[in-house]
């Protein structure tokens, strides 16, 4: 179970990274700081509105505001390198990272902040003689949701139907009359917007700082790697073996010492066995 | 796609080196002689982020008022503050911009002890002196390897520490304890420290632990914590001890709590803390802790310390930290000694430093003693409890500041570690003191 609700959450950011790259080449380095900023924007709009609503209305706050920067990088960075090399991408992005972190240092301080989760989710529940809490069964809970949603999204929906066809050909799909520019930036303000569930989704669990955004990305990055960049069942798969991998390794005495190798030592062999990923697709 | 991996790795390398590479200028004023500037380089993000905000705030406090008296030998002083990241290499590379390009005067240890020995071996390779206030693993002063005699230490060392914890969680009578540490060079210290002392102040308890091999966690730490408050629940103990401090801390207490909100009843724990700590977590930091700390401002009030505090709050809008209160002493002994030498050349200043005691704003004065260099520094122990609206925090209650005199390890203690006695197999790997034949004994 405590291998689970690392899994989901790390899932929720994971998706997003998998989502952007799938559909726009771009392995966005700034999904970290989305994810970052909407943990932000939850916890100052929870601790002011209270229990009762904070979340709830600090979830949608941050999945507007977070998606607002989403389109924003999008327009002004990424246009600009859809057809540069992938290590120019890399550098645009990054430079959105460390102007991210800067701006949220001085916007909310460097001091950690925490919020209280939601009174539905509060208490805990016993299973097999352990407790775990409401929350992580929920994180777990919005997890599949999600997976289910993103699932839905590509496969039962006019809009997932051209992120797929642009995926396999956007030229294509352009000169069929689609405008691909904003199919691009709806897809980034989609990623974005899960990049902010799983920010707000662990606000009222851990200190929300302004290294949250470098401690995911590392595991993300791994996760959809692992999984195949762009495959969300991929994502999913990925982020329970790094779950599980994790915390089994942590709590198992002769596993201890490799627990976060384990992860990278997985990484590694999937790279070297199947370089496009578990579920990937290998790039003709 | 593996092409893009490497793409990626070489992208963030590149950024990172892009980001060492700053610099500052030197600026004068009219009526100083000219500027010296004094280096930190620490966590002011990352995962430590949380106590060097509160170092470079202490520093940048104590800088202000030894230039309102006139400065250091007639210059003015000007903070060089770097960001580390919390990253061992970072910090390395920090401390060579700090001493080669910036030509500071002296360095305060960064936040953590990996950072710490990644430093202390440019800083005494350039001469220049590090007064070490947060970083206190006893390894840093003691270890054949790190040994630097432009180290100075006034802070209580893990040695300390793990004594003081060790004889607070003796008097408590608990038999099977869990223990949960980082695991880097601060960690496996203060922990064996822990664990030694507590055989020793207990020697006829028989106590259980959790298996050895588990009381480690990676640092920098996975922010969740579900894992290891499984395997507590599963190990039930008396008591759980822990020196997991900063986020790490702070996500531990809140995943616990939302698990049980009675946990830290059901399980009580001994931690390290902090005024950061506390102040993070505010009201929600459990009541109850048995908590070790190295200098809550409110346990230690005097005149000088409750004008720091004035004036900490006034300027920073907030209560000074542990880390604040340390580093502020830390600038204060730095420029004493400098003022007496009449120089800023490290030898001569050091003289004026070792064998030399200080006024401190804990209320006494220390004095670094010969050898290690380690100031006779005090722990504070006590619970926490309620400040009753006093601050936006707990505080401790029934309290006690244990003198540096009764901490400090025994000269015959720090002379065998110095000289390697204290190793396996002559590994120096496997340096404990509690190896050491006169601990034995």
């Not at chain 1, 201890?256 to 590694?268: G, H, K, R, S």
Request: glycine share 10%; hydrophobic share 45%.
């Amino acid at each position: 179970m405590g291998g689970l609700s690392n899994a989901a959450y790390l899932f929720i950011v994971a998706v997003g990274l998998s989502l952007v790259f799938g559909a726009l080449r771009v392995i966005n380095m700034a999904h970290g700081s989305l994810y970052m900023i909407a943990a932000f924007v939850t916890v100052v709009v929870a601790n002011r509105l209270g229990l009762a609503l904070g979340f709830w209305v600090g979830l949608l706050a941050a999945v507007i505001v977070t998606g607002a920067v989403g389109v924003l990088i999008e327009i002004v960075v990424l246009r600009r390198v859809y057809r540069e090399e992938h290590l120019i991408q890399l550098l645009g992005t990054y430079a959105v990272t460390l102007i991210v972190a800067g701006a949220v240092r001085i916007i909310f301080g460097s001091n950690y902040r925490t919020m209280s989760p939601p009174q539905l989710f509060s208490g805990s529940l016993s299973l097999a003689g352990y407790r775990y809490s409401v929350y992580s069964l929920f994180m777990i809970g919005a997890a599949i949701m999600i997976a289910v949603g993103v699932n839905l999204m590509l496969y039962r929906t006019a809009l997932g139907r051209n992120i797929r066809a642009a995926v396999s050909d956007s030229e294509l799909l352009s000169a069929s009359g689609v405008n691909v520019a904003r199919l691009f930036t709806t897809v980034f303000a989609i990623g974005a917007g899960l990049a902010a569930l799983g920010g707000v989704i662990v606000a009222p669990s851990q200190a929300v700082g302004t290294s949250m955004d470098s401690d995911v990305l590392v595991l993300a990055f791994a996760i959809s790697v692992i999984g195949g960049l762009g495959s969300i069942i991929g994502s999913a798969v990925g982020a329970v073996l790094v779950g599980e991998i994790y915390s089994f390794g942590l709590v198992n005495p002769y596993t201890n010492q490799f627990a976060l190798a384990f992860v990278f030592i997985i990484m590694t062999a999937v790279l070297t066995i199947r370089p496009w990923g578990l579920f990937g697709r290998a790039e003709q | 796609m593996f092409r893009l991996t490497k793409l990626f790795a070489v992208a963030t390398a590149g950024a990172l080196l892009a980001v060492a590479c700053g610099g500052g200028n030197n600026t004068t004023t009219s009526s100083f002689k000219g500027t010296k500037k004094v280096g930190y380089s620490g966590a002011l993000s990352g995962q430590s982020q949380l106590y060097g905000h509160a170092i470079s705030q202490g520093l940048k406090l104590g800088i202000d008022d030894i230039n309102a008296k006139g400065g250091v030998n007639g210059y003015k002083l000007e903070p060089d503050i770097q960001d580390d990241t919390t990253d061992v290499a970072k910090a390395k590379d920090n401390t060579t911009q700090l001493i080669l390009q910036d030509n500071v005067a002296v360095l305060f240890g960064p936040v953590t002890s990996a950072q710490c020995a990644a430093t202390s071996p440019v800083a005494k390779q350039n001469k220049v002196i590090t007064i070490a206030a947060t970083c206190n693993s006893f390894q840093l002063t003691t270890e054949p390897d790190l040994l630097n005699p432009y180290w100075v230490s006034i802070v209580p060392n893990t040695y300390m520490e793990g004594n003081a914890a060790g004889n607070l969680v003796a008097k408590l009578g608990v038999k099977k304890i869990f223990i949960v540490s980082p695991k880097y060079l601060f960690g496996t210290s203060e922990t064996n420290a822990f664990v030694a002392s507590l055989k020793k102040a207990a020697p006829t308890a028989s106590f259980t632990f959790n298996d050895p091999a588990t009381w480690y966690v990676p640092f920098p730490t996975n922010p969740r914590w579900d894992a290891t408050l499984t395997a507590i629940q599963g190990f039930g103990p008396d008591l759980v001890y822990s020196n997991i401090f900063a986020a790490d801390q702070v996500n531990f207490v809140k995943q616990a709590l939302l698990v049980n909100p009675q946990w830290f009843q059901k399980y009580p724990m001994t931690t390290l803390s902090s005024i950061d700590d506390f102040n993070a977590l505010g009201a929600s930091y459990p009541l109850g802790m048995h908590a070790y700390m190295r200098a809550p401002f409110f346990a230690l009030s005097n005149s000088k310390m409750d004008d720091f505090v004035k004036r900490y709050h006034d300027k920073y809008n907030e209560y000074p930290s542990d880390w604040a209160v340390m580093d502020y002493d830390a600038i204060q002994v730095w420029a004493q000694a400098a003022n007496k030498a009449g120089t800023f050349d490290s030898d001569k200043v050091l003289k004026q430093i070792v064998g030399h005691s200080f006024a401190s704003l804990r209320g006494y004065s220390f004095t670094i003693r010969p050898g290690d260099q380690q100031a006779n520094v005090g722990e504070t122990v006590g619970t926490t409890a309620d400040s009753a609206g006093k601050y936006p925090f707990p505080i401790l209650k029934d309290y006690t500041n244990l003198k540096g005199d009764q901490l400090i390890m025994p000269v015959t203690l720090m002379t065998e570690l110095q000289q390697g006695k204290c190793e396996k197999n002559g590994d120096p790997k496997t340096t404990d003191f509690a190896n050491c034949p006169s601990w034995k004994t």
